[in-house]
């Protein structure tokens, strides 16, 4: 018996803006429902004693201490821009005039 059905496969690629066709629906349906077996063996695993992971391998963020420090003077940064105005870095306008 399937555990998902065509209706179903259809209502989520409509969901998702997805246009399929009647046999794409078929045949996702017989794969989705390959999944869902699939998945479903994991509930027979004993997994009492099983410590979660949160990752594969042993990693931790490195990250650097939050401190502020002081930036580069305007001056220096408004050498390296093209245009400048009022201690402003100018670009091209992206709107209409």
Sequence with gaps: MSRISTEQVKHV???ARLAITEEEAVKFTKQLDAIIT???????????NVVPTFHVLDMKNVLREDVAQKGLPLEEVLKNAPLHQDGQI????IMGE
């Excluded at 100018?90 to 306008?93: F, G, Q």
Aim: proline share 6%; net charge negative.
């Design 13 to 15: 690629a409509n969901l």
């Design 38 to 48: 699939f998945a479903e063996q994991l509930n027979e695993l004993d997994t009492e």
């Design 90 to 93: 100018k670009v091209p306008s």
